[in-house]
């Protein structure tokens, strides 16, 4: 059987424009990439859709729309910010959640990671917890700019209310995870490349839909899978409380994507489909490059290089529960979406070739979202109570 890496180089089409997606020297070539120390621009590359037609004509986002106005929540006075957190004991318990991920480094013939005590794990652990959040704090600025273009640039009424709930939702976001960075974290990571390029290509693109693909469901797929795995891993009360609640309001984000989106696409044919399908493996590409986590790596003694082919060779599915997470919710929605098999079924094929199409039936989003209506239970609870 072909490896990944030969199966991706024979097909024709140049995922990020390398001869190999899994080529390492680019994907290491991103972490030069300078964003700036205080400000990052980017040309946001579409025109801004002014519609006189207020008609009320798509149930389903109005339904969004005013569920969103009742699952409003204050990030100052809904989450309790005198908690102490004992940042050690959160981060080794999430590294515990990865232990066999942890196991296949170490096996590894050559491994650095042999020598590694306890005491450099619990290092480690405490970086990789300093760099999610700061990603979800990156991630959730690019949501709310992303959020501030879709209002512009979508045509539908129905949508450009909706997403004006969602810019509040990311503004509360950003809001939170600064928070918690600030004053209970010791140490923040600067955006990483992979998902600032993915980020960027989204804001310049001149069509609508395509902040929609990007934001609403790739990063947010991710966004919510990571939130997911955090929330399962810690106890830490802060923190699992903000995550239930940030979930909540992205299960709700990513079904306004998935619904927009199929109306939408089911009136395109041939190469404007292909071009979306395309769009989503190159940012699904991107999200896998940003697991990697090598800024993390560096700071522990080991060069990104090293543990880029470290991570490639332990890559099997259901082995990395990160990568795992995210394509359990990307895979789906793409299928949702018709775009898995629309043409040739190009897309099928791509995640057949990188290993993720096993998650194409995995719960679907509007399960979830069912199942995270945080705010209205807690409202329900407190009800009750009173
Ligand atoms: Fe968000
Ligand atoms: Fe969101």
């Known amino acids: 059987m072909a490896t990944t890496e030969e199966?991706?180089?024979?097909?024709?089409?140049?995922?990020?424009?390398?001869?190999?997606?899994?080529?390492?020297?680019?994907?290491?070539?991103?972490?030069?990439?300078?964003?700036?120390?205080?400000?990052?621009?980017?040309?946001?590359?579409?025109?801004?859709?002014?519609?006189?037609?207020?008609?009320?004509?798509?149930?389903?986002?109005?339904?969004?729309?005013?569920?969103?106005?009742?699952?409003?929540w204050n990030g100052s006075t809904d989450l309790d910010w005198s908690i102490d957190v004992d940042v050690e004991a959160v981060a080794v318990e999430m590294q515990a959640a990865i232990a066999h991920l942890r196991q296949r480094l170490v096996d590894l013939p050559n491994s650095p990671l042999k020598s590694w005590s306890d005491k450099e794990w619990?290092?480690?652990?405490?970086?990789?917890?300093?760099?999610?959040?700061?990603?979800?704090?990156?991630?959730?600025?690019?949501?709310?700019?992303?959020?501030?273009?879709?209002?512009?640039?979508?045509?539908?009424?129905?949508?450009?209310?909706?997403?004006?709930?969602?810019?509040?939702?990311?503004?509360?976001?950003?809001?939170?995870?600064?928070?918690?960075?600030?004053?209970?974290?010791?140490?923040?990571?600067?955006?990483?490349?992979?998902?600032?390029?993915?980020?960027?290509?989204?804001?310049?693109?001149?069509?609508?839909?395509?902040?929609?693909?990007?934001?609403?469901?790739?990063?947010?797929?991710?966004?919510?899978?990571?939130?997911?795995?955090?929330?399962?891993?810690?106890?830490?009360?802060?923190?699992?409380?903000?995550?239930?609640?940030?979930?909540?309001?992205?299960?709700?984000h990513v079904a306004f994507g998935v619904l927009s989106l199929k109306e939408y696409y089911e009136g395109l044919e041939g190469n404007e489909i292909r071009e979306r399908q395309e769009f989503a493996f190159e940012a699904a590409l991107r999200m896998r490059d940003r697991l990697m986590m090598h800024a993390v790596w560096e700071k522990c003694g080991i060069d990104p290089e090293t543990i880029t082919r470290m991570l490639f060779e332990i890559r099997k599915p259901g082995v990395n529960p990160f990568q795992a997470a995210l394509f359990s919710k990307i895979v789906p929605n793409c299928k949702k979406l018709g775009l898995l098999d629309a043409g040739d079924g190009w897309l099928r094929d791509r995640f057949t070739e990188i290993g993720v199409i096993e998650y194409e039936d995995a719960p679907d989003t509007e399960i979830e979202y069912a199942l995270l209506d945080a705010v209205a239970q807690d409202r329900e609870a407190e009800a009750a109570k009173a």
């Open 7 to 72: 199966q991706l180089s024979s097909s024709e089409f140049k995922a990020l424009g390398r001869d190999d997606a899994n080529d390492i020297a680019s994907i290491l070539a991103d972490d030069a990439i300078d964003f700036g120390d205080l400000a990052h621009l980017t040309h946001v590359g579409a025109d801004a859709v002014f519609t006189w037609d207020y008609d009320r004509t798509r149930a389903g986002l109005a339904k969004l729309y005013e569920r969103a106005k009742t699952s409003q």
């Open 122 to 252: 619990t290092f480690m652990a405490i970086e990789a917890f300093n760099w999610r959040m700061s990603q979800f704090l990156h991630g959730e600025q690019g949501a709310l700019i992303c959020t501030a273009k879709i209002v512009e640039t979508v045509p539908w009424i129905d949508a450009k209310y909706y997403a004006s709930t969602q810019v509040m939702d990311e503004a509360r976001h950003v809001e939170v995870f600064s928070r918690y960075l600030d004053t209970k974290l010791d140490g923040h990571y600067p955006v990483n490349p992979a998902l600032q390029l993915l980020i960027d290509d989204i804001i310049r693109d001149d069509r609508w839909d395509m902040t929609y693909m990007g934001m609403q469901i790739m990063i947010e797929g991710l966004a919510l899978a990571a939130f997911g795995f955090m929330h399962m891993a810690t106890q830490e009360p802060l923190l699992k409380k903000l995550l239930r609640y940030v979930m909540s309001d992205e299960a709700r």
